[in-house]
C-alpha cells in the first residue's frame, strides 16, 4: 500500500503552518533568476497541491503528478475552478507526459524518498525528458553531511481541528552505510464527534544526498547542474545544512 494514501487523511493539519506561499516565492525568485519567461511547470510528487495554487497565484500553468489518489483528491477538489491547474496520477519516475515545460520542480523532499540509485536516476531521467531546450529542474533534498552532523531524533507532534486530534510520534533509524533514514511513524487521530480513535504506522524511508553524486547523476541525465544552495537561501551549503535546493538546466 503507499504509504501517502494514509497520509493524506491528516496531511494538510500536520503541515498547515508550512510556509507554502513563502516557499512558493523562494521557487519563483529561482526560476526567474534562471528563467525569465518561464509559465509552464511540471511538479513531481505534488501531494495535496499546496505549492501548486501559490505558483498558480504568481503566473503560472501548474500540472501537478502524484503517486497517491487520495492526495490528487484534496489537489483537485482545492483547484476546482482554476484552470492553471492540472491533476495526474503517476509516479516521478516513470510518468510520461505528451508535453514539455519550462521547469520542473520535485518539493518536500520527493527526491529523498527516491532511496536507489536507478531510482533517483529514473527521476532525473523524467524530468530531463519533460523539459524544453534551456528549462530548469529544480528540487529539495536532505542534504548529508547536515543528517550525518546533526542526526535525526525522536519527535512528537500535536495538532487538532474541528473535526479530528491528531498525534504523531517519530523515531528515525539511520542506516549510515545506505545513506538512508527510516522515519517511523507512530500516529493516532482521534474523530471528535464519534470518540473513534485510529492508529497508523507507516515508514518513509528517506535517503540523503551528497552534492558530488547529485552532479554525476544530473550530468548523466543529460542536464547541466547550475546550483546547489541552502533551502529558501542563497548560500552554499554548509556542514550543519539538513536541507538544500538544487537546480540544473536541459540542454
Known sequence: MNVFN???RYYDLLYRDKDYAGESDYVNGLIRSNLPGALSIL??????????RCLAELGYS????????EMLS???????????LEYVQGDARTVQMERKFDAVISLFHVMSYQITNADLKAAFATAAAHLKPGGLFLFDCWYGP???????????????????????????LLHPNENVVDVNYQVSISNKKTGEIRDIRET???????????IGYLEEAGLTPRFSVCWMEDTPPKDSTWYICCGAVAA
Not at 75 to 81: E, M, Y
Not at 204 to 214: A, D, Q, S
Open 6 to 8: 494514509e497520509y493524506a
Open 62 to 69: 501548474v500540472t501537478g503528478v502524484d503517486m497517491s489518489e
Open 146 to 172: 547536515g543528517v550525518l552532523s546533526d542526526r535525526p531524533t525522536r519527535r512528537e507532534k500535536e495538532l487538532e481541528d474541528d473535526a479530528i486530534k491528531v498525534t504523531r510520534i517519530v523515531e528515525p
Open 43 to 52: 511538479n513531481l510528487g505534488c501531494g495535496s497541491g499546496r505549492h501548486d
Open 204 to 214: 518513509h524511508r528517506m535517503r540523503y544526498l551528497f552534492i558530488p553524486e547529485i
Open 74 to 84: 484534496c489537489a483537485r477538489l482545492a483547484a476546482t475552478g482554476n484552470s492553471s
